[in-house]
């Protein structure tokens, strides 16, 4: 088992900027493969970011290319989503998540992909 909790999250104008943390109850978070994904009111929960274990490979949805960066610091049991940039249609509630038993060289960007979730951190940009 592995508890992840979201932070970062807040209100911010467009064009402005975000970092998301989420930390890892467990020493073994070098272990799983990690991603963001976001729900917006009425809309189905959709990938957002991805990195391995190592974190030398990540993969981005094609509306947050460019302007997100997904690291992870595994000393620290961390995973961060960098936003800049941010626009409107980012406003959502943005969740981590973590796979146990995953592929070294491999990204994860389905949803049912992932064996553990936070609770969801608010993110709101304002126009």
């Known amino acids: 088992q592995v508890q992840l909790v979201e932070s970062g999250g807040g209100l911010v104008q467009a064009g402005g900027s975000l970092r998301l943390s989420c930390a890892a109850s467990r020493r073994t978070f070098s272990s799983y493969a990690t991603g963001w994904f976001r729900q917006a009111p009425g809309k189905e929960r959709e990938f957002v970011a991805a990195i391995t274990q190592s974190g030398g490979i990540t993969s981005y949805a094609d509306s947050v290319k460019g302007r997100f960066t997904i690291s992870r610091d595994n000393t620290k049991n961390t995973v961060y989503l960098q936003m800049n940039s941010l626009k409107p249609e980012d406003t959502a509630v943005y969740y981590c998540?973590?796979?146990?038993?995953?592929?070294?060289?491999?990204?994860?960007?389905?949803?049912?992909?992932?064996?553990?979730w936070g609770q969801g951190t608010q993110v709101t940009v304002s126009s």
């Open positions: 998540a973590a796979r146990n038993n995953a592929v070294s060289y491999r990204v994860y960007v389905r949803g049912d992909e992932y064996d553990y």
